[in-house]
């Protein structure tokens, strides 16, 4: 049967392609703040760029089996469904390949308009093929580019309908039919990038199932899927099975590529990331320690590359209670990457390292050092992007919180009502992000015992977030914890305050359930205050429930 449909290109349409449409900058309402609180540091990662495989694509890019074309007009390219035509099918691959190209470079020049115009009419054409009865791996795979171009346009709401008619294709389609492996690769990349990855797992599997029944079971072609597979499970909450497997590309890749290879760097990232995120910091330490003597003896021990592996095996090492030891490879990697040019002085993946570096010295009692950093990034913001920019805020919160922990809170309040201003004229007064900083002032000004300040913030903040999250979120059951704490230093009525304290206990519970660590300390205070308004029955399954979750923690801890 003959396909009488063309991909389209960008030069079908009458559109001037050269009429760039110009990107608006908005000032996002999310701010991500990093404050120096009492609690577990979590491993920060830098992945250190490298290139694609040779024989494989990423699994978040076209790979070079599927390349990408659209026709330059309208005339139609005569091919087979089923076709076994080699040339025929390095045609089609090019067209393919054209297609999303064109659909990046007009994103790239702002034109997402044409780009979705460009996607809608290839989905028309093909849909009128496959309602035709064309059902191969021909439209499977232009299904697949539509697909993508959305994801790389941003929009995602058509993706899932597309990835479900893909499926429905492939599913009727034998693994030898050409394409089929790359096909099945990318829609396992788009299912793990919208969050469904159990659907990922199954199309990444048959991928690898394919490539190891064409080249064997340890042809560096596995790389890519495996990989991809390796995340999905990874994400799915398999994580034996994700090591599993990223320890077999690293055999695969050490098999054909030699033990020092960079192309063992993804997979060795990937690898101690996950040892990570399942708390065995000592084996997360071997696969970035590899990574960094892979670096140092392919480009020397002053590359900046070299400085971005430090700063990973710094968080292993810190995970794993190396403090000190951390700090020094923390301070090595910044001195290289600075000094090797690696990144430009104001990079965004810099300067969070320096704020890492900051709460590390903190954390090991080297507070002075780490307030002077956090000074470096807040002189060096204002001097790059002004004293006024949204981005202030993040150093400013943080410098606040370095200056409470020295009990300076004079100097804390100022910082954190430059903050404010900042961001009410961003973001407004009302608005979720605001809160947080909101919040680090009313805890400040009660430390001044200014509480009656500290309240009228803390009830704005309560309301705002009520309003953005819910009555039951666990944004407003921190905010009602603040509340509580100020109200009963200044005398409020007992009762009042329990009340709050029982909502406290209703979020943690919801959120942690009935037996969580959590749950402890707002026990603590719930008894308190009934044996302050002698609440003698209610007040005993209190006490017992907060004696068994103590001893139940006591017995872990001893373990």
């Avoid at 000074?375 to 993040?394: D, I, V, W």
Wanted: glycine share 6%.
């Amino acid at each position: 049967m003959v396909s009488s449909m063309s991909l389209l290109s960008s030069t079908t349409f009458p559109t001037n392609w050269a009429n760039q449409l110009s990107s608006q900058s908005g000032l996002s309402s999310s701010w991500q703040c990093v404050c120096f609180r009492n609690q577990k540091r979590k491993p920060k990662l830098y992945l250190i760029p490298t290139r694609h495989f040779d024989s494989v694509s990423s699994s978040e890019t076209t790979s070079k089996n599927l390349k990408i074309r659209a026709t330059s007009d309208v005339s139609q390219v005569q091919r087979s469904t089923h076709s076994n035509n080699v040339n025929e099918m390095k045609e089609f691959e090019m067209e393919l390949h054209d297609l999303f190209h064109d659909v990046k470079a007009m994103v790239k020049i702002g034109n997402e308009r044409d780009a979705m115009d460009l996607l809608r009419a290839n989905y028309v054409a093909v849909k009128e093929e496959i309602d035709s009865g064309l059902i191969g791996i021909e439209q499977a795979a232009i299904l697949d580019i539509i697909a993508l171009g959305y994801m790389a346009v941003g929009d995602v709401k058509p993706v899932p309908a597309l990835l479900d008619m893909i499926n429905k294709i492939v599913d009727k389609l034998k693994d030898s039919e050409p394409l089929l492996d790359s096909v099945l690769m990318h829609v396992g990349s788009m299912y793990s990038a919208l969050g469904m990855f159990e659907n990922a797992v199954l199309s990444h599997q048959r991928a690898v199932s394919i490539l190891e029944s064409k080249y064997g079971e340890s042809n560096t072609l596995l790389v890519t899927p495996l990989l991809g597979l390796a995340k999905s499970f990874g994400s799915y909450g398999k994580a034996t099975k994700a090591i599993g497997i990223y320890e077999r590309t690293v055999t695969i890749l050490e098999q054909n590529r030699g033990s020092e290879s960079e192309d063992l760097v993804v997979p060795l990232f990937s690898l101690g990331k996950l040892f990570l995120k399942e708390g065995k910091a000592d084996e997360a330490e071997i696969p970035f320690t590899r990574i960094l003597n892979i670096y140092k003896k392919t480009y020397g021990e002053k590359d900046g590359r070299v400085g971005m592996a430090m700063c990973s095996l710094a968080n292993a090492k810190c995970t794993k209670g190396d403090a000190d030891e951390a700090v020094d490879l923390y301070k090595n990697a910044l001195r290289i990457i600075k000094d090797s040019n690696y990144m430009a002085i104001d990079n965004a993946i810099l300067e969070n390292m320096r704020i890492d570096l900051a709460e590390l010295l903190h954390f090991v009692g080297r507070g002075n050092e780490g307030r002077e950093l956090l000074e470096e990034c807040l002189l060096r913001n204002e001097r790059y992007r002004g004293k006024n920019h949204p981005s202030m805020a993040t150093h400013l919160i943080n410098l606040a919180a370095s200056y409470s922990r020295s009990k300076n809170y004079v100097e804390a309040e100022r910082l954190l009502k430059t903050c404010l201003e900042i961001m009410e004229k961003s973001v407004g007064s009302e608005d979720q992000s605001i809160t947080f900083p909101m919040l680090n002032l009313a805890v400040t000004l009660s430390q001044l015992n200014r509480d009656e300040e500290a309240e009228q913030i803390a009830l704005k903040v309560l309301r705002i977030r009520e309003k953005a999250f819910g009555k039951d979120s666990l944004p407003v059951g921190e905010a009602l914890d603040c509340l509580v704490s100020i109200e009963a230093r200044l005398g409020r009525d007992d009762g009042e305050v329990l009340g709050l304290l029982k909502r406290v206990l209703m979020i943690q519970e919801k959120e942690f359930g009935s037996s969580a660590e959590e749950v402890i300390i707002t026990l603590q205070k719930i008894v308190h205050f009934m044996e302050k308004l002698e609440m003698k029955d209610e007040k005993f399954k209190f006490r017992r429930r907060l004696a068994l979750l103590r001893e139940r923690y006591k017995q872990n801890l001893s373990f």
